[in-house]
């Protein structure tokens, strides 16, 4: 792609809308817009040939696009810097409700900066996604990116029996993954108190370590999760947390659970910022 010269002082980046383009969209440093994103900004905000709207190509990705006088043309003006959100990326593993409750989990989980959600399938799991419902989830979630101006759109995968969800964790008992089970255990601690005491580790590690950390959150399905799956997910390394005395909806839980690891990963993305990128001395 050729770099033009550009001052980004010609625009506000916040304020300009976002556009996920998929690969086979790009040639050199033009891009052929789909019928719909055409639609959307030129008819709905109105957006007119030579104005700016900022392309995701990819997770940290991110170009300055002009909109090009020809139908369904623009082309890349300049790349962006795109510091990630959260140092840390954070995958959600959910047993979808049944309904359509959990399009908007994809939604807001999305808007809160999930990097990867994998529905899995429980016991008390009633709702069998088809591949039409998985291909709504992930438009959700694109469309979501791009109206929180996210970085990028969060894999969506396959639903996954929590056998096999949780096979793979067995063997990966290492530091700086933390992997917490959502349970109505009382006796369980607060998530919330679980993620304060992991900052200080998370912000000890170096620049090059911090880079293998990632918190994984489950949820389990409406009615809770059975005893024996329970004991399954602590043993292949889950620790058991709770998120209060109330008892919370499959929909609702996921969002709860995932703002207050929002809040530490945006506390934690500040420090190690400020520690790994010291501000220059006078």
């Not at 817009?33 to 900022?54: A, M, N």
Request: aromatic share 6%.
């Amino acid at each position: 792609m050729a770099l033009l010269s550009h001052s980004l002082k010609e625009f506000t980046l916040p304020q300009l809308p976002r556009l996920v383009i998929a690969p086979e969209q790009i040639t050199g440093d033009q891009v052929t817009l789909t019928p719909p994103q055409w639609h959307y900004l030129k008819q709905v905000l109105r957006l007119k040939g030579g104005e700016s709207f900022i392309s995701l190509i990819s997770p940290g990705q991110q170009w300055l696009t002009q909109l090009g006088p020809k139908v369904h043309s623009a082309r890349f003006l300049q790349a962006l810097a795109a510091p990630r959100e959260w140092s840390i990326p954070v995958t959600l593993i959910a047993a979808p409700p049944k309904g359509n409750y959990f399009d908007e989990v994809v939604r807001m989980a999305t808007e809160l900066g999930v990097a990867q959600i994998i529905p899995v399938q429980t016991q008390r799991t009633v709702l069998k996604p088809s591949a039409q419902r998985l291909d709504r989830w992930r438009r959700i979630a694109q469309e979501a990116t791009e109206q929180s101006h996210g970085q990028g759109v969060p894999e969506i995968t396959e639903v996954i029996p929590l056998a096999d969800v949780i096979h793979p964790q067995i063997s990966v008992n290492t530091l700086g993954q933390y992997r917490y089970l959502c349970s109505l255990n009382p006796q369980a601690p607060l998530l919330w108190n679980q993620l304060l005491g992991i900052a200080p580790e998370i912000l000890s590690l170096t620049a090059s370590t911090l880079d293998q950390v990632r918190i994984t959150v489950m949820i389990g399905p409406e009615g809770g999760w059975t005893p024996s799956e329970e004991h399954s997910c602590i043993t292949a390394g889950f620790h058991a947390v709770s998120l209060g005395r109330r008892v919370l909806r499959a929909a609702t839980a996921p969002i709860v659970a995932l703002s207050l690891v929002a809040a530490v990963c945006y506390e934690v993305s500040a420090l190690s910022v400020s520690a790994y990128c010291p501000a220059p001395s006078a």
